[in-house]
């Protein structure tokens, strides 16, 4: 019998308490039994006699633990073949936030502990905490660079983190993760599954002179509270508040749009000690505003606040980003696009300290989470559970708003085996043969060939409209004719019905109108004259001199040319 493919390492993690298991029998037949076992339980697989596939999913949630796991494979007569043996390991938990204890600044005369938001002369800060043993701790910038890292203890979870490089002077928005290894891949490479990050603290950088935007307040509309910078608001009179060295007794507020050469506005404040606040005496209009704090010695950092219209908040809820961080083939997806990331990362903006509702739909069941929205306006979200294969829709929406305001739409399918691609385009039009790629055809109906996975089902794509699909032989090839297209640009793509990679893309320019590469035209007759140059004339004209330019098109590069007159063969180029 067949030997089962089931491409998996030893140990099998998954972070769900009902993971999903495929793969792939080589058997054909309808009778054919895929025995799952796990401990001492068994389960029959929904097998596919059309392609020898099989997919079990477990109908209850089992609990995190080792388990032993085997996959048997029984076919028509009766047949056991021998078990596939693997661990599995359920584990459900990714490690919480890490816990930050202590900042010591070991610079200049003042040194020892301060607690976050207070101002310290030391750059690279000595920070300690707690996490989950046997992780490793980053330290994370705004942008959400890695700015430092620790390994945990193996017992008791401390770690001591120093920055690589100096904080800027001014406002450090700094928050922290844990990242542990998640078992192995089918090649024996580690896979890390990151955890909850902590929330975002402030270390403040100064010198004997210094100044910083340390964030402001939103004190109107429905969500109220903290702005950090980079922050979506309604208010248009934020309190901006930030600390200053005690030398200064007057701060200066400068504020723009963003792209604007020029401060359109400045005002002055009085310090209360080492703090600052100011509120604007008339109110903002709309836009992306930058805000700078000056002493007479030093300047703080930008400070940015994007001030929406009262009353459209529910607007500017958005999806700006989904990534797919799973398989071969990672990084940032497109709406429409195929993955075979089950727990793809949602990303967007919405008002600062709001929350957003996401609505995510697959096979008509809708279900649907409510995220928090951070002080910079900016929210995220992974499923808590792999979402199940096949096609899903996501849609977003303010808390509380009556229709939504964006949406976005995935194909989950695992990664296939063999890779789908498309090796030839071909013209069966006028002069046949191969069509390149960027190339040009007369023949509104081409031929697609490619290679697959055997006897796989093949859909073939021209941009985001479905062409039609095409089973491939027992060797993996498959061809398809296209329906009549229309002249014009045309991006066609493959991808194995179930499975989550595309193929190459393969894109072509149709040209019907006879003026293409099999009908070259002749678009100018020239004559020299007796300066030595060429003139134009009309078709039809006498020629006088003899010699004669003639200019055309519609073949490509390299083509041989026969000029007829009007069946004698007057000359080739």
Do not use: C
Not at 1 to 18: G, H, S, V, W
Not at 435 to 447: F, K, Q
Not at 475 to 500: C, E, K, M, P, R
Not at 533 to 558: D, R
């Amino acid at each position: 019998m067949n030997t089962l493919e089931f491409d998996q390492a030893k140990y099998i993690y998954r972070d769900t308490p009902r993971p999903v298991f495929t793969g792939s029998t080589g058997e054909t037949h309808p009778n054919t039994i895929v025995r799952i076992v796990i401990g001492e339980k068994q389960f029959t697989a929904e097998f596919n006699a059309s392609d020898g596939k099989f997919s079990w999913t477990p109908s209850e949630d089992l609990t995190d633990g080792v388990y032993n796991f085997a996959i048997i494979v029984i076919d028509a007569a009766g047949n056991v073949g021998k078990p596939t043996l693997r661990t599995l390991v359920v584990d459900t938990t990714p490690p919480e936030a890490p816990e930050l204890i202590n900042l010591k600044d070991d610079v200049g005369s003042e040194t020892g502990s301060f607690d976050p938001g207070e101002l310290t002369d030391d750059k690279r800060p000595t920070l300690t905490g707690v996490a989950q043993p046997n992780t490793i701790v980053y330290l994370r910038d705004a942008a959400g660079n890695n700015i430092g890292s620790a390994k945990t203890d193996a017992v008791t979870g401390k770690w001591v983190i120093e920055p690589n490089d100096d904080l800027r002077v001014g406002s450090n928005a700094l928050t922290l993760v844990a990242i542990e290894e998640f078992g192995k891949d089918a090649t024996g490479k580690p896979v890390y599954r990151q955890g909850k990050s902590s929330d975002t603290f402030i270390i403040n950088v100064g010198s004997n002179d210094f100044i910083t935007i340390d964030d402001a307040l939103d004190n109107a509309g429905k969500w109220k509270g903290v702005l950090t910078s980079g922050a979506l608001t309604d208010d248009s009179t934020p309190t901006l508040r930030g600390q200053v060295s005690e030398s200064a007794t007057v701060v200066t507020i400068y504020y723009r749009k963003v792209g604007e050469n020029t401060w359109s506005g400045s005002t002055t404040v009085t310090v209360n000690g080492k703090n600052w606040s100011w509120t604007p005496s008339s109110e903002l209009p709309s836009g992306n505003y930058e805000f700078q704090a000056s002493t007479l010695k030093v300047s703080s950092a930008l400070f940015n606040l994007e001030i929406f219209t009262p009353n459209t908040g529910d607007s500017q809820t958005i999806i700006s980003r989904v990534w797919d961080d799973v398989g071969t083939k990672t990084g940032k997806l497109i709406s429409g696009d195929f993955t075979d990331d089950t727990t793809p990362q949602f990303s967007g903006r919405a008002e600062s300290n709001s929350k957003v509702v996401i609505q995510y739909s697959h096979k008509g069941i809708d279900y649907s989470t409510t995220v928090e929205v951070g002080h910079n306006g900016n929210w995220t979200w992974t499923p808590a559970t792999d979402l199940a294969v096949g096609d899903w829709s996501f849609k977003v929406k303010s808390e509380d708003a009556s229709v939504w305001n964006d949406s976005f739409e995935l194909h989950i399918y695992p990664e296939p085996s063999v890779t789908t691609t498309i090796t030839e385009v071909f013209d069966n039009v006028g002069v046949t043969g191969p069509v390149s790629n960027d190339g040009t055809t007369d023949d509104n109906t081409p031929t697609l060939s490619g290679r697959t996975e055997a006897n796989a089902i093949v859909e073939i794509y021209d941009g985001k409209l479905k062409l039609g699909s095409v089973k491939a032989n027992s060797s993996g090839n498959w061809s398809f004719v296209t329906t009549s297209l229309n002249d014009g640009s045309h991006h066609f793509w493959a991808i194995q019905q179930g499975y989550s990679v595309p193929s190459n893309a393969w894109k072509i320019e149709i040209d019907t109108s006879g003026l293409g590469p099999d009908n070259p035209t002749i678009t100018g007759l020239f004559e020299q004259v007796k300066s030595g140059g060429y003139q134009q004339f009309v078709n039809g004209s006498l020629i006088t001199s003899g010699n004669v330019e003639v200019q055309g098109k519609g073949m490509p590069a390299q083509s041989l040319i026969s000029m007829m007159a009007p069946t004698l063969l007057v000359q080739q180029w």
